[in-house]
């Protein structure tokens, strides 16, 4: 028997592979239609304090190699997703990605949410490349540290965060450096779109997004190697009981199969999940145990982590 079973900081996951924050994941409706479907858990579109409604449309767009998206945090409010699960039959982990737009705003949040059973895990997103005028808090290595000094303070559970993509060496040290001084962050997500790129419409000879002059997050194909590179950097870099959550292009089993060769314990789907609807993870799922079945692993510890370099 094969079994996709998995743990995230300590929490058991049925299925190793569940909805990416941000497509599908922001109204009651989508987030019950998640609790029925195939998917490992429920991740809810990242919150703030106050309902939001995000950049002026279009802001997203698609291809066949990906998805541009400038969304700008259309939200319902935390306190939506922090009451949700008291009104369903809960069928797996519920987890709550946090995006407030300060410190005190996370603070908010955080502390409302701390004593709420039904979540069981926060995701704390520290790389949101939408907002105008605000930087992506992860590529500021002093502000992260802050961020993660303050949240392990108020929160006092065990959490994760979601990183932006890293590029150089230097930026995986310092970024792993930090992360392993707080023991409360017990998994790392990443990666997140790679932020502020253009496509372009050379029909119309413009651009196919509205918000920030047209330049958004990239996903989907575009960036699985990037996806890819990120996890097995981390994966030689942070303390060993900190769980790796990889996404970014992953469209069938073979993706989701690379990204736990590099190290990653579970996977979430993103541009694939917006394009497909809530049928991709039978269908991703059932791939991957096929995948699976073919190459004798029973379960994905047995390759997990077990990249072989050349
Ligand atoms: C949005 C995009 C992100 O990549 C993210 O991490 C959070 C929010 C958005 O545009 O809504």
Same mark, same amino acid.
């Given at each position: ?5 998995? @743990? ?18 922001? $109204? ?16 809810? @579109? ?10 002026? =449309? ?14 700008? *945090? ?7 997703? /922090? ?12 987890? #709550?990605? #946090?995006?407030?737009? $300060? ?15 039904? #979540? ?6 520290? $790389? ?14 002093? *502000?992260?540290?802050?961020?993660? &000094?303050?949240? =392990? &303070? ?53 651009? #196919?997004?509205?918000?920030? $002059?047209? &330049?958004?997050?990239?996903?989907? &194909? ?38 736990? *060769? ?22 991703? /799922?059932?791939? *991957? ?6 190459? /004798? ?14």
């Amino acid at each position: 028997m094969v079994t996709l079973e998995t @743990k995230i900081a300590g929490v058991v996951l049925s299925n190793c592979i569940y909805n990416a924050s941000g497509p599908r994941c922001t $109204s009651p409706k989508q987030l019950i239609e998640l609790n029925e479907s195939n998917s490992g858990a429920i991740l809810t @579109k990242s919150c703030t304090e106050n309902m939001r409604e995000g950049n002026r =449309t279009p802001k997203y767009y698609s291809n066949e190699m990906g998805s541009l998206n400038s969304n700008g *945090l259309e939200n319902l409010g935390y306190k939506i997703y /922090s009451n949700f699960p008291y009104s369903i039959d809960l069928k797996k982990p519920y987890i #709550v990605s #946090v995006s407030g737009m $300060s410190v005190y705003e996370n603070i908010n949040i955080l502390t409302e949410l701390k004593d709420n059973e039904r #979540v069981s895990l926060i995701e704390f997103n520290l $790389s949101c490349p939408n907002i105008i005028d605000k930087p992506q808090i992860a590529y500021d290595f002093t *502000l992260m540290d802050e961020y993660l &000094h303050i949240i =392990t &303070h108020t929160y006092n559970r065990k959490f994760g965060i979601k990183l932006p993509p890293y590029f150089d060496p230097f930026q995986f040290d310092r970024a792993a450096e930090i992360i392993n001084k707080y023991p409360l962050v017990k998994y790392v997500t990443c990666i997140n779109s790679v932020g502020n790129a253009l496509i372009i419409d050379t029909i119309n000879e413009t651009t #196919v997004i509205h918000p920030k $002059s047209g &330049h958004g997050g990239l996903g989907g &194909h575009y960036i699985k190697p990037i996806g890819l590179a990120n996890i097995r950097q981390f994966s030689k870099r942070l303390r060993k009981d900190i769980d790796l959550i990889g996404v970014g292009g992953i469209y069938n089993g073979m993706d989701a199969f690379e990204y736990i *060769l590099c190290g990653a314990s579970a996977v979430q789907v993103g541009t694939c999940y917006y394009e497909e609807g809530i049928e991709c993870f039978e269908r991703i /799922s059932n791939e *991957l145990k096929n995948i699976m079945r073919e190459k /004798s692993y029973k379960n994905i510890k047995d390759f997990k982590g077990k990249l072989i370099e050349i």
